[in-house]
């Protein structure tokens, strides 16, 4: 109980405080309590983080470079270490009083701004060279020429230390940024970055915010993180899913490797009925389906219907000497014929080996030099994207996002961004458009070209052309895949602007007004469905998109419903202001695991092109997030045993394509096999502490089996779904990082501005 009288002196005391006098010793306070200090071999953590450590809030292990910073390849920089000097008020007082005489002297003996600026400097480089031989003498003139430049000085507060550095150096606070602020814009720029990542063979390339492979890297942190609760010393390595964990800082896929080169005649053609076979089956599977599409298709690579015939020339002549130039026109069929047999080939029907691999060498040997710009012409630009489509659908990523660029850069050279004559090639530009936006997308990087450079107008249908309604909606989507790589995820935001995030629903709302705009040869049918093929890809990248912009608030709420879970044994999912893009986001995954089972279907038995994979790809790494929330009627639109049906089927599409010697195909199915292991391993602690109650806050405990739903896990096994208990008590690293999860208040990787 405070005694009678104890407010009166509290105020008084307070009032003599900002007076600045002194209090009479009788009512000083005894001097405060140090803690005890604790051994840095005791710490429970390092004194200072890494800088990525500090503004991701996750604990350091303070070597350089520290675990994190190793795991993930980024720069590992410690703060450097800023010594402070506490000076007393009436010092401080004493200090200002003499830089205010000190300035209003230097003005009236130097009238000229300039030489007063230049004497400043002078006397400023005069006292750093000074403190070498003076430490506390030279510290007090710095302080005393500084402030005498600067053009004011900052508030002090009373109750607290004054850094004299601070007190001569700082301007004056209306300049400074708001600590909380600048402290939010570190953490969004940290949380959506692109990565430097490193692939099998140790080549690091960059991936930027909107690649999956940058996902994946954030989703192993993620998992990383929180492994003790899918693992607590009951560990079955050959099932434990702990590969996909392993591989933090890289990417599992070997699309950085070099192409293999075979010695080819570049001038050697199949028979002629063999070459029609082949164009008409590439017509059917990427252009125009043999004219039977009625969307026309949403890829034109040029005349796919005469078979090559090769010049006349001299038998005699040593065929070291031919000249290649007049059968450049060759480069495009066999590039055809490459991806015709790379996309033929399945465990059903193998094709020869590498057959692909040496209609390609002969295209390369043909075209020549990509630097030698003396002999590209706009003909070439065809064949150029055409082998651009082979490399994505090979897999090689980078070599694809190099050639397209090429391709581009060789359009612009001679002016296809601003007009053509027929309209066969007008579309080999916009497909060219299409590729690069894909790329920059898959890869998180920059477009080749801006949209407002291109003057071209859009596809338009022609008397001997196919429609070109599919192919002008791909363009139309493919722009809005550019504004969400350049401006959503700040890749290159146009307007120079590299401040938060821009939120989700400006995209949306784009996305929508495509769709609503579709002619009726594109909309789906009553199930969600098309028979035009073509037609179901393009609506698969629709939903694609739909994942992508929403993926960063998705992913923010499983990791915050993940940990309310087991730290309040409770869920404020249901308030979630992005409620219903959570939603839209689990529809469109939904969507696209039921397109591209009827593509399959449709297409039988050619096998998905690269990008259905990529799309299926991200619907099951959603599937699988959607069980972490555990959110009830509020997200789940199917059961388990239907999610687990599509995700069965997601898995065995890429291990087909590993039996045909991809590596794509088996590194990720690996990986949505590891994954699938953990999230069901992370549901045990979730259910269970939705059935436990009267638990302490600051205690978690679980021990439970989970309902699989579905016979799928008889490769994992009962006995490794079993959990023990655990505890993650107050104060525990975990702990504090599922509060910080909780702490996040709904925000993605970083906030949406």
């Given at each position: 109980?405070?005694?009678?009288?104890?407010?009166?002196?509290?105020?008084?005391?307070?009032?003599?405080?900002?007076?600045?006098?002194?209090?009479?010793?009788?009512?000083?306070?005894?001097?405060?309590?140090?803690?005890?200090?604790?051994?840095?071999?005791?710490?429970?953590?390092?004194?200072?983080?890494?800088?990525?450590?500090?503004?991701?809030?996750?604990?350091?292990?303070?070597?350089?470079?520290?675990?994190?910073?190793?795991?993930?390849?980024?720069?590992?920089?410690?703060?450097?270490?800023?010594?402070?000097?506490?000076?007393?008020?009436?010092?401080?007082?004493?200090?200002?009083?003499?830089?205010?005489?000190?300035?209003?002297?230097?003005?009236?003996?130097?009238?000229?701004?300039?030489?007063?600026?230049?004497?400043?400097?002078?006397?400023?480089?005069?006292?750093?060279?000074?403190?070498?031989?003076?430490?506390?003498?030279?510290?007090?003139?710095?302080?005393?020429?500084?402030?005498?430049?600067?053009?004011?000085?900052?508030?002090?507060?009373?109750?607290?230390?004054?850094?004299?550095?601070?007190?001569?150096?700082?301007?004056?606070?209306?300049?400074?940024?708001?600590?909380?602020?600048?402290?939010?814009?570190?953490?969004?720029?940290?949380?959506?970055?692109?990565?430097?990542?490193?692939?099998?063979?140790?080549?690091?390339?960059?991936?930027?915010?909107?690649?999956?492979?940058?996902?994946?890297?954030?989703?192993?942190?993620?998992?990383?993180?929180?492994?003790?609760?899918?693992?607590?010393?009951?560990?079955?390595?050959?099932?434990?899913?702990?590969?996909?964990?392993?591989?933090?800082?890289?990417?599992?896929?070997?699309?950085?490797?070099?192409?293999?080169?075979?010695?080819?005649?570049?001038?050697?053609?199949?028979?002629?009925?063999?070459?029609?076979?082949?164009?008409?089956?590439?017509?059917?599977?990427?252009?125009?389906?043999?004219?039977?599409?009625?969307?026309?298709?949403?890829?034109?690579?040029?005349?796919?219907?005469?078979?090559?015939?090769?010049?006349?020339?001299?038998?005699?002549?040593?065929?070291?000497?031919?000249?290649?130039?007049?059968?450049?026109?060759?480069?495009?069929?066999?590039?055809?014929?490459?991806?015709?047999?790379?996309?033929?080939?399945?465990?059903?029907?193998?094709?020869?080996?590498?057959?692909?691999?040496?209609?390609?060498?002969?295209?390369?040997?043909?075209?020549?030099?990509?630097?030698?710009?003396?002999?590209?012409?706009?003909?070439?630009?065809?064949?150029?994207?055409?082998?651009?489509?082979?490399?994505?659908?090979?897999?090689?990523?980078?070599?694809?996002?190099?050639?397209?660029?090429?391709?581009?850069?060789?359009?612009?050279?001679?002016?296809?961004?601003?007009?053509?004559?027929?309209?066969?090639?007008?579309?080999?530009?916009?497909?060219?458009?299409?590729?690069?936006?894909?790329?920059?997308?898959?890869?998180?990087?920059?477009?080749?070209?801006?949209?407002?450079?291109?003057?071209?107008?859009?596809?338009?249908?022609?008397?001997?052309?196919?429609?070109?309604?599919?192919?002008?909606?791909?363009?139309?989507?493919?722009?809005?895949?550019?504004?969400?790589?350049?401006?959503?995820?700040?890749?290159?935001?146009?307007?120079?602007?590299?401040?938060?995030?821009?939120?989700?629903?400006?995209?949306?709302?784009?996305?929508?007004?495509?769709?609503?705009?579709?002619?009726?040869?594109?909309?789906?049918?009553?199930?969600?469905?098309?028979?035009?093929?073509?037609?179901?890809?393009?609506?698969?990248?629709?939903?694609?998109?739909?994942?992508?912009?929403?993926?960063?608030?998705?992913?923010?709420?499983?990791?915050?419903?993940?940990?309310?879970?087991?730290?309040?044994?409770?869920?404020?999912?249901?308030?979630?202001?992005?409620?219903?893009?959570?939603?839209?986001?689990?529809?469109?995954?939904?969507?696209?695991?039921?397109?591209?089972?009827?593509?399959?279907?449709?297409?039988?038995?050619?096998?998905?092109?690269?990008?259905?994979?990529?799309?299926?790809?991200?619907?099951?790494?959603?599937?699988?997030?959607?069980?972490?929330?555990?959110?009830?009627?509020?997200?789940?639109?199917?059961?388990?045993?239907?999610?687990?049906?599509?995700?069965?089927?997601?898995?065995?599409?890429?291990?087909?394509?590993?039996?045909?010697?991809?590596?794509?195909?088996?590194?990720?199915?690996?990986?949505?096999?590891?994954?699938?292991?953990?999230?069901?391993?992370?549901?045990?602690?979730?259910?269970?502490?939705?059935?436990?109650?009267?638990?302490?806050?600051?205690?978690?405990?679980?021990?439970?089996?989970?309902?699989?739903?579905?016979?799928?896990?008889?490769?994992?096994?009962?006995?490794?779904?079993?959990?023990?208990?655990?505890?993650?008590?107050?104060?525990?690293?975990?702990?504090e990082e599922l509060v910080s999860w909780i702490d996040d208040d709904w925000q993605p990787y970083g906030a949406y501005g």
């Amino acid at each position: 109980m405070m005694r009678p009288g104890a407010g009166d002196e509290q105020a008084s005391a307070a009032a003599s405080r900002r007076d600045g006098r002194q209090q009479p010793p009788s009512q000083r306070l005894p001097v405060n309590p140090r803690r005890h200090k604790v051994a840095p071999e005791n710490r429970k953590r390092v004194a200072t983080a890494c800088n990525a450590c500090n503004i991701r809030r996750v604990k350091c292990s303070g070597e350089s470079p520290c675990r994190q910073c190793r795991s993930s390849a980024r720069d590992c920089v410690y703060p450097v270490a800023v010594a402070r000097v506490s000076v007393p008020r009436a010092e401080l007082d004493d200090l200002r009083r003499k830089v205010d005489v000190l300035e209003r002297a230097l003005r009236d003996t130097v009238p000229d701004a300039t030489r007063r600026h230049e004497l400043l400097q002078g006397l400023g480089e005069a006292a750093d060279a000074m403190t070498v031989a003076s430490g506390t003498a030279t510290a007090a003139a710095g302080s005393t020429t500084t402030a005498a430049s600067s053009v004011g000085t900052p508030d002090v507060s009373d109750s607290s230390p004054v850094d004299a550095g601070q007190a001569g150096v700082q301007p004056p606070s209306r300049y400074q940024p708001q600590p909380h602020h600048q402290h939010q814009q570190d953490d969004e720029q940290a949380s959506t970055e692109g990565r430097l990542l490193n692939d099998p063979d140790g080549h690091a390339r960059f991936l930027g915010e909107t690649s999956g492979a940058t996902f994946l890297d954030h989703l192993k942190e993620f998992m990383s993180t929180i492994f003790p609760l899918a693992y607590h010393n009951n560990r079955n390595p050959s099932i434990d899913g702990t590969t996909f964990l392993t591989t933090q800082g890289s990417y599992q896929t070997y699309d950085s490797r070099p192409l293999h080169e075979r010695n080819v005649d570049p001038l050697w053609l199949p028979e002629r009925p063999e070459m029609l076979a082949m164009l008409s089956e590439l017509r059917c599977f990427i252009q125009d389906g043999n004219g039977n599409w009625p969307s026309g298709g949403i890829y034109w690579w040029g005349d796919l219907e005469s078979a090559p015939v090769l010049p006349a020339r001299d038998a005699s002549e040593p065929q070291a000497l031919r000249r290649q130039d007049p059968c450049r026109h060759l480069a495009f069929h066999h590039t055809a014929f490459a991806v015709v047999s790379q996309a033929s080939t399945t465990p059903e029907a193998p094709a020869q080996t590498n057959m692909s691999e040496y209609y390609f060498s002969r295209a390369c040997a043909l075209l020549g030099n990509p630097l030698d710009i003396t002999r590209f012409t706009i003909s070439d630009v065809t064949a150029l994207a055409l082998m651009g489509f082979y490399l994505i659908e090979m897999n090689r990523r980078d070599a694809a996002y190099m050639c397209v660029s090429n391709a581009m850069h060789i359009s612009i050279m001679h002016g296809a961004h601003r007009g053509w004559v027929d309209e066969s090639g007008k579309r080999v530009f916009w497909t060219l458009y299409v590729l690069d936006r894909w790329l920059s997308c898959l890869m998180g990087r920059p477009p080749t070209i801006m949209d407002e450079a291109i003057r071209l107008p859009l596809p338009c249908d022609a008397p001997s052309l196919p429609s070109s309604a599919g192919l002008r909606a791909h363009v139309e989507l493919s722009r809005i895949s550019g504004y969400i790589v350049c401006n959503t995820y700040r890749v290159s935001p146009w307007d120079n602007n590299t401040g938060p995030v821009k939120r989700p629903e400006d995209a949306i709302r784009m996305l929508d007004q495509w769709l609503e705009n579709l002619p009726p040869i594109l909309q789906l049918s009553e199930p969600g469905l098309s028979d035009d093929p073509a037609c179901c890809l393009l609506h698969m990248g629709y939903n694609q998109l739909i994942i992508l912009t929403i993926r960063p608030v998705f992913f923010a709420a499983v990791k915050k419903t993940f940990a309310e879970r087991l730290v309040s044994r409770s869920s404020s999912l249901n308030s979630h202001p992005r409620l219903g893009l959570l939603r839209r986001c689990i529809a469109a995954a939904e969507l696209n695991v039921r397109l591209a089972r009827h593509t399959l279907a449709l297409n039988h038995p050619r096998k998905l092109l690269q990008a259905g994979l990529h799309f299926i790809f991200n619907a099951a790494i959603c599937l699988m997030l959607q069980e972490l929330l555990y959110a009830g009627h509020l997200i789940v639109s199917k059961d388990a045993r239907a999610r687990d049906h599509d995700l069965d089927f997601v898995i065995a599409r890429f291990e087909e394509e590993s039996r045909v010697g991809s590596n794509y195909g088996r590194d990720c199915a690996a990986v949505l096999r590891d994954l699938r292991v953990l999230v069901h391993r992370l549901r045990a602690p979730i259910m269970d502490s939705q059935q436990q109650g009267g638990a302490t806050q600051h205690q978690t405990t679980y021990a439970a089996t989970v309902d699989m739903g579905q016979a799928w896990p008889q490769k994992v096994g009962q006995e490794v779904l079993q959990q023990p208990t655990i505890h993650v008590e107050q104060g525990h690293t975990l702990y504090e990082e599922l509060v910080s999860w909780i702490d996040d208040d709904w925000q993605p990787y970083g906030a949406y501005g």
